[in-house]
């Protein structure tokens, strides 16, 4: 999945490690991501968010796709920190599945918290 993200690929996230219902991506922020203020657009750390939300959920084999989200910022973040999220499945049903995303930047501080709901297709993937 990975592999046909190029949004994912565009922002610089490297893919450390997928498993059943778990992602965890990390990468650099460059001076293009920064706002006004001289610090992380939020849409970064939602993104990076985002993805490991999506590689998580859609681990297990089925098409997966994003109900709703919600992200928390809760430090600020600068050109240059790495940024690690860590997505983990709290729930598996049927049709809906639920997952915490942590992202961390380089010194271990928490940045953002992003949960996610994902509705679960039928169609599996090849």
Request: proline letters at 2%.
């Amino acid at each position: 999945m990975y592999d046909n993200d190029p949004f994912s690929r565009w922002m610089g996230m490297e893919l450390v490690s997928v498993g059943e219902g778990a992602c965890t991506l990390r990468m650099r922020v460059r001076a293009e991501m920064l706002n006004g203020f001289g610090v992380a657009h939020g849409g970064i750390t939602f993104s990076l968010a985002d993805s490991a939300f999506a590689f998580a959920c859609n681990s297990s084999g089925r098409h997966t796709v994003s109900i709703h989200c919600t992200v928390e910022h809760v430090a600020p973040v600068f050109e240059n920190d790495i940024l690690t999220a860590t997505a983990t499945e709290e729930h598996l049903g049927n049709s809906i599945s639920n997952y915490v995303i942590r992202v961390t930047k380089q010194d271990g501080t928490a940045v953002a918290f992003f949960r996610g709901v994902a509705f679960r297709k039928k169609q599996m993937w090849e």
